[in-house]
């Protein structure tokens, strides 16, 4: 059997153009790299029931990539980060505003109280720092944080 050398070429042609294209390199693109607060204090609070060191590093790279978080500046504690047994949370004073704390906020505070405090393979700490509100006529506002077990 005989096919006409037309056929064969549209044939061809149509399987040329339905083939995958090779695909295109992944674009990373690095997201930004917050710091909201100012300067801390640091007093230990380490304990046979704080967090392990390891988690808390974990919980470090796992927030590394950027971000903000929004939190109340009165009332209550906010738990903003957490991973296995080590959380990272905030709390304000008796100040009605809203205070930014960035990601490089937190990871400073984790591995500078890791490098000061670590004991036994666990951490456990907390301070105080300025962080920055949405209405600048107010100023920074003071934060208390703390490195907890979950």
């Known amino acids: 059997m005989k096919i006409p050398t037309s056929i064969t070429f549209v044939t061809l042609l149509v399987f040329v153009q339905a083939a995958p294209l090779a695909p295109k390199e992944p674009r990373l693109e690095a997201r930004a790299s917050i710091n909201d607060c100012g300067s801390s204090t ?36 906010h738990q903003l980060a957490q991973y296995g047994t080590c959380a990272f949370g905030i709390q304000g004073g008796q100040v009605l505003n809203i205070a930014y704390v960035g990601n490089q906020d937190i990871i400073y505070i984790i591995n500078s109280s890791i490098a000061k405090f670590k004991w036994k393979g666990k951490i456990g700490a907390k301070g105080t720092m300025s962080c920055q509100t949405p209405t600048k006529a107010t100023g920074n506002t003071p934060m208390t944080w703390a490195i907890y077990h979950t």
């Not at 392990?52 to 209550?76: E, F, M, S």
């Open 42 to 77: 640091f007093i230990n609070q380490s304990s046979g029931d704080s967090p392990l060191v390891a988690d808390c590093q974990v919980l470090v790279k796992n927030i590394a990539g950027g971000g903000t978080w929004t939190v109340p500046a009165v009332g209550r504690q």
